[in-house]
C-alpha cells in the first residue's frame, strides 16, 4: 500500500549547557567552562522511493540529538547528530505550527525542517578586566519542534486520467518497464504507477469517477497526483456507449478539484480498439475528434497504435 499522505511531529535537538567551572591546573586560575554544543537538526532530504513514507506508518514523532554540556577545562560539549528523514521527489511538507510549505523537488536536496538550539557558552567566555571569575554560564537554547503533515504530489511528465478499465496501467506497462496490475475490472489500480519512458515519467492515475472530487469511489486522494504533471493523456475505452459523456465527466472531476488541470495540455485517446467493430470504433472516434482533432485509437495489440503513441512522447521528450 502506498502511504502518500501522513502527519508527524518533529523535535531538533537542544543546545546543551555551558559549564562553570574553574581551572584545576597546578599554578593556573580561571574560568575554564566549556561551551555547550549545538542541537542537531531535523532535514528532509528527497529519494526516489516513492515509499519511503512507509517509516511514518507506525512512528509519528521524530526526534534528533541533544547537543551536549560543556565540561572543565575548557571542553566543549558535542554537537548533537542531525536527523535526516527521506522524502519521496515530489513531497509537500506542510507546516501545521507556523504554516509555512516546502517542497522536495530533486534527488538529494536538502530541506531544513526544524533547526535545532545553540549550545550556551560555557563561564570562559564571560571573563573581563572587570571581572576575572564569572561563575556565570548559558544554558542552551531549545531546538524547534513542529507538526508536519508530508503529502506526496507526483511530478511527472505524462499523467494518465480516465475512468477506471480504460486501459491506462495496460499502456504504461507497454511503454515502459512498469509492471502495474491489470485486469477486466474496474479500481484495478488502488495506487498510482510511475514508469520511465526515456527521461520521460509516466504517471498512471487510478480510475476516476463522477464525484472523485468530492471523494467517492477512490476519492480526492489521487486528483492531487495530477497537479504536477505537464501534460494529460485522457484515455476513453472504445467499449463505451457514450464517449463524450465519459469525456465531460472527467474534465468535470479536475475542474471541481482544481480549475488549473483545464488548462493542462492534453492528449486524447480512444483505447481498447480491437474490442469493437471498425464501423463502431470509426462512430466512436469521430465523437471524439469533435473534441480534440488530433484523437487516435489505440490498443496494445495494435503495434502501430502504439508507434504513434510513442511518436507523440517523442515530441514531449525533444521539447524538454
Do not use: C, W
Not at 97 to 110: A, C, L, P, Q
Not at 127 to 143: D, E, H, L, V
Not at 280 to 308: C, P, Q
Request: hydrophobic residues 35%.
Amino acid at each position: 500500500m502506498l502511504i502518500d499522505d501522513v502527519e508527524i511531529k518533529i523535535n531538533a535537538g537542544h543546545g546543551g549547557k555551558g559549564a562553570s567551572t574553574f581551572n584545576t591546573n597546578l599554578m593556573s586560575l580561571g574560568p575554564a567552562g566549556g561551551s555547550g554544543g549545538k542541537g542537531g537538526s531535523v532535514y528532509g532530504e528527497g529519494v526516489s522511493d516513492l515509499s519511503a513514507f512507509q517509516q511514518f506508518r507506525f512512528k509519528k514523532e521524530f526526534t534528533a540529538d541533544n547537543g551536549q554540556d560543556g565540561r572543565g577545562q575548557f571542553r566543549d560539549g558535542q554537537d548533537g547528530e542531525d536527523l535526516v528523514l527521506k522524502l519521496p521527489v515530489g513531497t509537500v511538507a506542510h507546516n501545521l505550527t507556523n504554516g509555512s510549505e516546502i517542497n522536495v523537488e530533486k534527488i538529494g536536496e536538502r530541506i531544513l525542517l526544524a533547526k535545532g538550539g545553540i549550545g550556551g557558552k560555557g563561564n570562559f567566555h564571560f571573563r573581563s578586566p572587570r571581572n576575572t571569575s564569572p561563575k556565570y554560564a548559558q544554558t542552551g537554547t531549545p531546538g524547534e519542534d513542529f507538526k508536519f503533515r508530508f503529502e506526496l504530489k507526483f511530478i511527472a511528465d505524462v499523467g494518465f486520467v480516465g475512468l477506471p478499465n480504460v486501459g491506462k496501467s495496460s499502456l504504461l506497462n507497454e511503454l515502459t518497464n512498469a509492471k502495474s496490475k491489470v485486469a477486466n475490472y474496474p479500481f484495478t489500480t488502488l495506487e498510482p504507477n510511475l514508469g520511465a519512458y526515456y527521461e520521460l515519467i509516466l504517471a498512471d492515475i487510478p480510475g476516476l469517477i463522477e464525484g472523485s472530487s468530492s471523494g467517492k469511489g477512490l476519492g480526492i486522494k489521487f486528483l492531487r497526483h495530477i497537479e504536477r504533471t505537464n501534460i494529460l493523456f485522457h484515455f476513453i475505452s472504445s467499449e463505451s456507449s457514450a464517449p463524450s459523456k465519459d469525456y465531460k465527466t472527467i474534465r468535470k472531476e479536475l475542474g471541481l478539484y482544481n480549475k488549473k488541470l483545464l488548462k493542462k495540455p492534453e492528449r486524447l485517446f480512444l483505447t481498447k480498439s480491437d474490442l469493437v467493430t471498425q464501423k463502431e470504433l470509426n462512430k466512436k472516434l469521430t465523437v471524439l475528434k469533435k473534441i480534440d482533432s488530433r484523437a487516435i485509437a489505440i490498443s496494445i495489440l495494435d503495434l502501430e497504435s502504439i508507434k504513434k503513441v510513442e511518436k507523440i512522447l517523442n515530441s514531449i521528450k525533444d521539447k524538454k
